[in-house]
């Protein structure tokens, strides 16, 4: 039988670890009925919807593609209603992403970009400060264009466009894509900037195919494409 010291030393070996996955949000809400149609009214998927009369009820929903749910509902949280702020959502496509809850009733903001590094100002603070500049990054350049919205108790969402992952971000070995709309537009992006390969090499490249899959993996890695 290993003794208490030889437990420690297992537990805390420098090559154990166990995965930690972020998978509930907790939303402080007022009005459980009236956040439950909010969020349905997003296209959200309704997980569940438990009570216990007479003092506690649980609402989960999960946003399209995503591996992190939401919960609120009665003595959830302590948390004072809409004290949640800067939720970011991670689209491949803002202007679509923001297009899409529109219709749908979502007072969503213009898509906007940050004014350098200024954390001072009437705007809500978010990533990169707290001044919003009108329109999305002039570059086009990942993590830098954004839009938000609200629920009705003011719990602050924020949708953040995403193309290019920072380096180290993603494992190259476990690419994948949450729906088939993220997979057109990494298709797209792959198209155009396989064009320009052609124009480098002066003629069409027939194994493009294998250009794109390369391109596309190293894309999501955050690393260089493929020359």
């Known amino acids: ?91 491949s496509d803002i202007k679509t992403a923001r297009a899409e809850l529109l219709p749908r009733g979502v007072q969503v903001s213009e898509v906007f970009h940050g004014a350098g590094s ?29 839009a938000s919205f609200s629920d009705p108790d003011g719990n602050g969402w924020l949708f953040q466009e995403i193309t290019t992952r920072l380096p180290g971000r993603v494992d190259p070995a476990a690419t994948s894509f949450a729906s088939a709309a993220d997979l057109a537009s990494a298709l797209r992006r792959a198209e155009a900037a396989h064009g320009e390969h052609e124009k480098r090499i002066g003629k069409a490249d027939p194994n493009w195919p294998d250009w794109y899959a390369e391109y596309m993996v190293r894309e999501q890695a955050g690393e260089a494409p493929p020359q």
Request: proline share 10%; with cysteine; charged share 20%.
């Open 118 to 146: 200024v954390h001072a100002g009437h705007d809500q603070p978010y990533i990169f400060g707290r001044l919003r500049v009108s329109g999305p990054d002039p570059d086009h350049r990942s993590y830098q264009s954004f």
């Open 1 to 91: 039988m290993p003794s208490p010291k030889d437990e420690t030393r297992t537990n805390n070996a420098p090559d154990a670890r166990v995965d930690m996955k972020l998978e509930v949000v907790v939303i402080p809400v007022s009005d459980v009925d009236r956040a439950k149609e909010f969020y349905a009214r997003l296209g959200w998927r309704l997980d569940a919807d438990f009570a216990a009369p007479p003092d506690f009820r649980v609402v989960q929903f999960t946003p399209p593609g995503s591996g992190c749910s939401i919960i609120f509902g009665k003595n959830v949280t302590a948390a004072a209603p809409g004290s949640a702020q800067g939720l970011y959502l991670i689209v």
